[in-house]
């Protein structure tokens, strides 16, 4: 799935209608990105187990 993150030209609308238009459309983009992640969480934890551990990366115990 593609995400578009180009933001729309929300500057010809006038004030109240805009603060509106801008919710509404946040809500729209969340839900896609909640789609999206639903949809990808699989692959996306699998992936993590693929990307080689960089050398010089500290574990978590050795951080303190």
């Known amino acids: 799935m593609y995400i578009d993150f180009s933001k729309y030209d929300y500057s010809s609308i006038d004030g109240n209608q805009r603060d509106l238009y801008i919710e509404r459309g946040k809500a729209a983009y969340r839900e896609i990105l909640k789609e999206w992640f639903n949809n990808n969480v699989d692959e ?6 693929v990307v080689p551990f960089r050398e010089g990366r500290r574990k978590k115990n050795e951080r303190e």
């Open 44 to 49: 996306i934890l699998e992936r993590k187990w």
